[in-house]
């Protein structure tokens, strides 16, 4: 009897085998003749560019990794949740995938706000998630001379920001089901369009992108001397 014990696992009830290395990643494929080819996805194309579009292309790379993964989650949370070919209009499941995409839509626009700081020349800071402070930093760096449109596009681009800050302020709400203080971090229930909010990611990017950045900057200048004088 003690020698059965000693040859099963007394501690755990189901038993783990790691793949070998060289199944979950490689360096390099034998070729496009390599067999498991077919079972890999590369992890990064902007390794792949010149040294000096690389971080460029990365941050970028990034960003729409996220945006459409976001997306793609988004509708087969939906589709899974209204029931599909079923002819329910809503299923509840013990769980489902709004959290993981509102982590994905979040994150995206963490990584997006981060971005047009890179691109204001200003160094991002990556210690914080906080959306409303990085997003501070961010207005800092534009003119303070705005037109109409201007300020509406501003506007709603941080209202769209407080929709993702009620889901999760910090970065850490739909990671985590219980914060520092063995609070909920989610107590109440609530219903979220993901496919709404993704879309809006999409138009949020954009926007952002959108800046022109010389513009920006000539202008910024420009009231930097104009308060010098």
Same mark, same amino acid.
């Given at each position: 009897?003690?020698?059965?014990?000693?040859?099963? $696992?007394?501690?755990?009830?189901?038993?783990?085998? !790691?793949?070998?290395?060289?199944?979950?990643?490689? %360096? !390099?494929?034998?070729?496009?003749?390599?067999?498991?080819?077919?079972?890999?996805?590369?992890?990064?194309?902007? =390794?792949?560019?010149?040294?000096?579009?690389?971080?460029?292309?990365?941050?970028?790379?990034? +960003?729409?990794?996220?945006?459409? !993964?976001?997306?793609?989650? !988004?509708?087969?949370?939906?589709?899974?949740?209204?029931?599909?070919?079923?002819?329910?209009?809503? +299923?509840? /499941?013990? /769980?489902?995938y709004t959290l993981p995409t509102?982590?994905?839509?979040?994150?995206?626009?963490?990584?997006?706000?981060?971005?047009?700081?890179?691109?204001?020349?200003?160094?991002?800071?990556? $210690?914080?998630?906080?959306?409303?402070?990085?997003?501070?930093?961010? $207005?800092?760096?534009?003119?303070?001379?705005?037109?109409?449109?201007?300020?509406? =596009?501003?506007?709603?681009?941080?209202?769209?920001?407080?929709?993702?800050?009620?889901?999760? %302020?910090?970065?850490?709400?739909?990671? /985590?089901?219980?914060?520092?203080?063995?609070?909920?971090?989610?107590?109440?229930?609530?219903?979220?369009?993901?496919? &709404?909010?993704?879309?809006?990611?999409?138009?949020?990017? &954009?926007?952002?992108?959108?800046?022109?950045?010389e513009y920006v900057k000539n $202008?910024?200048?420009?009231?930097a001397k104009k308060e010098g004088?």
């Open positions: 009897m003690e020698q059965e014990k000693e040859n099963n $696992s007394i501690i755990f009830k189901s038993c783990f085998h !790691a793949p070998n290395e060289g199944e979950v990643y490689k %360096s !390099a494929m034998n070729k496009l003749s390599d067999k498991t080819l077919n079972n890999f996805t590369p992890t990064s194309m902007a =390794t792949t560019a010149k040294e000096e579009f690389k971080n460029k292309l990365a941050i970028e790379e990034w +960003v729409d990794s996220y945006v459409g !993964a976001a997306k793609e989650l !988004a509708q087969l949370n939906q589709n899974r949740c209204n029931g599909g070919k079923m002819g329910i209009r809503c +299923v509840f /499941y013990k /769980y489902n509102v982590f994905l839509i979040r994150h995206a626009v963490e990584l997006t706000i981060k971005e047009a700081i890179a691109k204001s020349g200003k160094e991002p800071n990556n $210690s914080t998630h906080d959306l409303e402070k990085l997003w501070n930093f961010l $207005s800092r760096q534009l003119p303070e001379r705005k037109t109409p449109n201007d300020m509406k =596009t501003i506007q709603q681009l941080r209202t769209f920001l407080q929709y993702i800050s009620h889901l999760d %302020s910090d970065g850490t709400k739909v990671r /985590y089901a219980v914060d520092k203080k063995g609070n909920y971090t989610h107590a109440k229930f609530e219903w979220v369009d993901c496919i &709404k909010l993704s879309n809006t990611l999409v138009t949020f990017v &954009k926007t952002l992108r959108s800046i022109d950045w $202008s910024k200048a420009k009231e004088d």
